[in-house]
């Protein structure tokens, strides 16, 4: 489960606005210059990427494997021909790139993940997303970050007294009926008490939030996701 | 540190107890991505994260099932590991799976929209059976022609090659979250509470 992991590295110390930027500064950029000269840029710059959030290869490979079926389906897929000669190779380049690219994008957000604490993305979120939204989105993300540890536990507790009671011998359908009325009633049941809470406690569209100040450090992170920005329009 | 305001403002108690909802549907759709089960027609496992698109549009109609999943999204790509295998981060959101994430709030808006025949949400107990299964149906269509086309253009594919990889094994499961879904909506246990 890729979460946020506490440290003393350069990336922990960045702004988490700046960090947002080279991320999608570097995701313009990959699909942008999907060639192989521009991806071997690319992955240089994963590479710095890596050593300034200080985080090991094999743990951000690690973090992706999700993507990697379909990663390496999907070229394979594109050199298989219905007819002879089978296997052309070469059909497979365009797609293996597209890939690649994919790969490189995704190392770079695991690298935000691992190095940026919730209520940082929480408070990134508001100040830059305008009035209303941007603070119906900050509390919403909070509540999605709280509440789901509680949730997967509700579901794991419907699941276990489902097989306790032999429902394992029922079908598909009617099993994943049965999680699902108790993931709902549940959820249901804490939306209803976090609704009086909030309104108990005077929530409002203007609370404090954590302080975020651009420093020093955050220039050279900024310049970079610049000029990611600027190569990707080139 | 600087006192940004003297006055509160307070937020209005339906937005409050929607907000509320949306958040606990987003997160439920997050769990329902750890819960698998094996796929009787496909090595790939069957796990619930559309079934909770399917419900946020039936239990919380077009607008505010369409921010539920709209959370799901932004809270995943903050990093919340809530996307398939516990992925987290916005470098999943232009992965090989984009198109089918970035359809969640516009299939739960058309969802909601059908199943409550408008932006009034309805009683979904009291919906007749065809618009049931005919919203849901549609909902899937939208998932997965974005997801499809998602994946043509983010792992540059043909059309048959990204529909062989990203939706041939899954389609089938599809049917059974949409008899799931009827099944939840219709339970006595639901239109009880």
Known sequence: MLSYDPGESIAHRLDPRAKLAVQIGFALAAFAHTSPRGLAIGTVLVGVVLVVAELPPQVAVWEVRYALPFVLAGPLLAAFSPAPPWIVPTEAIAPALASYRVLLVLVVSVAYVRTTPVRDSRAAVQRLLPGRLGRLCGVGVALVFRFLPVVLGDLSRARAAMRARLGSERSLAERMKLVAIAGIRRANGRADRLAVALRARCFAWNPTLPALRFAALDGPALAFACALFVWALL | ?193
């Open chain 2, 1 to 193: 540190m600087s006192i940004e305001n003297t006055d509160t403002e307070l937020v209005g108690d339906e937005v409050v107890g929607n907000l509320a909802r949306a958040a606990l549907f987003a997160a439920l759709t997050g769990a329902f991505a750890y819960v698998s089960f094996p796929n009787p027609i496909s090595p790939a496992p069957v796990t619930l994260q559309v079934l909770g698109v399917f419900l946020s549009g039936i239990f919380l109609g077009p607008l505010w099932g369409g921010v539920a999943c709209g959370l799901y999204l932004l809270a995943g790509a903050l990093g919340a590991p809530i996307f398939a295998g516990g992925a987290a981060g916005m470098g999943v959101l232009v992965g090989p799976t984009a198109g089918y994430l970035l359809s969640y709030p516009l299939a739960a808006a058309v969802i909601g929209g059908i199943v409550h025949g408008g932006r009034t949400p309805v009683e979904p107990g009291t919906v007749g059976l065809v618009r049931l299964v005919g919203g849901l149906a549609l909902g899937t269509g939208v998932i997965y022609t974005i997801g499809v086309a998602g994946m043509m253009i983010v792992q540059n594919l043909g059309p048959v090659e990204a529909f062989l990889v990203g939706a041939a094994v899954f389609v089938p499961a599809e049917l059974l979250k949409i008899a799931a879904a009827v099944g939840i909506v219709r339970s006595d246990v639901m239109t009880a509470a």
